[in-house]
């Protein structure tokens, strides 16, 4: 499995941005997709979860109503969708990809759940 993940840019507080994933090399049809960040310091947190056949998705508080998270079967891509942006959201943004063994989602929160990970894109929002 090979995830890139792209988009990633210099933006200003409130403005948009729209992350991609490509994904390759199996079929992902029962596969948990997720994105997670990283700022300076911090330890990798959850942003959002995606079920690739079903569309469930999973958000953390902090990007409800503001992110979405959404999957291209036919271009087997992922993308996070981010309006309003605040500069608390400046990180590194990685996408992740697991098999969907457990119907929790909150299980799929969890950083070590996901046994394969793209490279990140750097998103910083400015003041």
């Known amino acids: 499995v090979q995830l890139q993940a792209s988009g990633g840019g210099l933006v200003q507080v409130g403005d948009s941005l729209r992350l991609s994933c490509a994904a390759s090399?199996?079929?992902?049809?029962?596969?948990?997709m997720g994105w997670f960040r990283q700022a300076p310091g911090k330890e990798r947190e959850f942003v959002a979860a995606?079920?690739?056949?079903?569309?469930?998705?999973d958000y953390a508080d902090s990007v409800k109503g503001r992110f979405t998270i959404a999957s291209d079967n036919g271009k087997s891509t992922l993308y996070l969708q981010m309006n309003s942006l605040k500069p608390e959201d400046t990180a590194v943004y990685y996408c992740a990809a697991t098999p969907a063994y457990y119907s929790d989602s909150y299980y799929y929160q969890s950083s070590t759940r996901y046994n394969h990970w793209g490279q990140g894109t750097q998103v910083t929002v400015s003041s």
């Open positions: 090399g199996r079929t992902f049809s029962n596969w948990i």
């Open positions: 995606i079920r690739w056949s079903v569309g469930s998705q």
